[in-house]
């Protein structure tokens, strides 16, 4: 049974760093690529960050050169590296793979709130 637990969410301030985890269990992420979403109250849920199963990044226009994906296969787990924080960066973000067929599986999320 595929399982994504994201942890390390918080509140913080603006400029404040956060690093995100996401345990997976179930399946190998090394054989798959693995995202970060976030979803603001109100919004639609956006890629921030992905990673192959080769280790290629991409991210979101707006936290390039704050936020880093990374991954440690040996311990099952995706990191989301967060610097620099504004206050726009508030959301829930959510851990993300999708299977061979197709289909997409999520964790429950983890709030970041960037607040003074």
């Known amino acids: 049974q595929v399982q994504l637990v994201e942890s390390g969410g918080g509140l913080v301030q603006p400029g404040g760093s956060l690093r995100l985890s996401c345990v997976a269990s179930?399946?190998?992420?090394?054989?798959?690529?693995m995202s970060w979403y976030c979803q603001a109250p109100g919004k639609q849920r956006e890629l921030v960050a992905r990673?192959?199963?080769?280790?290629?990044?991409n991210n979101l226009d707006s936290v390039k050169g704050r936020f880093t994906i990374s991954r440690d296969n040996a311990k099952n787990t995706v990191y989301l590296q967060m610097n620099s924080l504004k206050t726009e960066d508030t959301a829930v973000y959510y851990c993300d793979t999708r299977s061979a067929v197709g289909k997409d599986y999520w964790g429950q999320g983890t709030q970041v709130t960037v607040s003074s």
């Open positions: 179930g399946f190998s992420i090394s054989r798959f690529a």
């Open positions: 990673i192959t199963n080769v280790g290629n990044t």
